[in-house]
């Protein structure tokens, strides 16, 4: 969606977008973009700063509120907006210096809507893996239900029959070792037998210890498909979501988790600002974060101001996930031990 108050600008950049993406819908002031938000749902929006009454700045600020998936390119020719903007590092917000240089406007869209679909692409294998887990557990359960009806139904064998099974499986001696025997002194019974072979006991190799249920995690990202898909990793476990760093220390108000899994690049209060608030206020959690991120800058940042953080690279698989959270439990457990 392009948001435009000039009219014969807007025309310039709907014509020049409309090879770089399948539907262009120009808008000429922020009211009737507000209003054609939820309707449409779109992917990027191109706004103008210069719009009437309200300026494409507050616009941003607005559809980043409502609609934290989509990516917004401000088209400003205010040097301070830039600054402020480059300097605050808003996430999938760009802006871009007026007069429009309409190829680098293109290049700038055709990337955002790559992001867009690898971000969806991410989301759906997440939302495969958790169906496919919902799919073997139901199936485990079946197959449990099934053999206790089975073990329950079966008659128990009796005593006659237990002693001839087991009559039935002793080997009779041959002739003469009946006849040596017979013919040999009587000895003293032994007060306790070995047997002379035994079948070594079948082994099973353990599993991978599975997390609590009773574990009470705390997601903290602003992309909603990504706090729908680690929610739905943990459905077994308690989950508390939270779109940032400022709703994480209001959800730690109420209530301490056992973990936390934090993006590191979120508006308002980022990962890492969220760790400091953590370590100054409930510093017995201090240890128990998990980054995830999608940023080589971001994690390097993290890497430099955080000793020894633990940081996933998005799109995180869910068993690599599960492993690292136990880790940082394990962890925290054993340095608070005496």
């Known amino acids: 969606m392009i948001a435009i108050g000039d009219v014969e600008l807007g025309r310039v950049v709907h014509d020049a977008l409309c090879t770089a993406s399948p539907r262009v819908v120009l808008v000429e002031s922020a009211t009737l973009a507000l209003h054609e938000l939820d309707g449409l749902a779109p992917a990027l929006l191109v706004v103008d700063d210069e719009l009437p009454l309200v300026r494409g700045l507050d616009l941003a600020g607005r559809v980043r509120s409502e609609r934290s998936d989509a990516d917004v390119i401000l088209l400003t020719d205010d040097d301070l907006v830039v600054e ?14 007026k007069p429009v240089d309409l190829e680098r406007l293109r290049q700038a869209v055709a990337l955002g809507l790559r992001g867009l679909n690898a971000r969806k692409a991410g989301s759906a294998y997440e939302d495969l893996l958790g169906e496919l887990e919902d799919q073997r557990s139901r199936f485990e359960r079946r197959i449990k239900n099934l053999e206790r009806r089975q073990a329950s139904s079966r008659p128990p064998p009796s005593e006659v029959a237990t002693a001839a099974l087991a009559a039935a499986t002793v080997p009779a001696p041959p002739p003469c070792a009946r006849e040596a025997a017979s013919a040999a002194p009587p000895q003293a019974t032994p007060t306790s037998t070995t047997p002379i072979s035994a079948a070594p006991p079948t082994i099973r190799e353990s599993a991978a210890p599975a997390l609590p249920e009773d574990l009470h995690v705390l997601v903290v990202d602003d992309d909603p498909l990504v706090r729908r898909a680690i929610a739905r990793r943990f459905r077994r476990q308690q989950v508390t979501l939270a779109e940032n760093g400022v709703a994480a220390t209001r959800a730690l108000e ?63 698989e869910g068993r690599l996930l599960e492993s690292r959270i136990a880790e940082v439990l394990e962890k925290a457990l054993s340095s608070r031990k005496p």
């Not at 590092?89 to 802006?95: A, G, I, Q």
């Not at 590191?264 to 128990?288: F, H, Q, S, V, Y």
């Open 84 to 97: 402020l903007v480059g300097r605050l590092r808003v996430e999938r917000v760009r802006c871009l210096q």
């Open 254 to 316: 109420q209530a301490r988790p056992d973990v936390i899994v934090s993006d590191l690049k979120m508006p308002e209060m980022d990962g890492l600002a969220l760790a400091e608030e953590i370590k100054r206020r409930w510093p017995e959690l201090a240890d128990r974060i998990v980054f995830v991120s999608g940023t080589g800058s971001q994690i390097e940042r993290a890497a430099q101001q955080t000793p020894a953080p633990t940081v996933l690279r998005k799109p995180v």
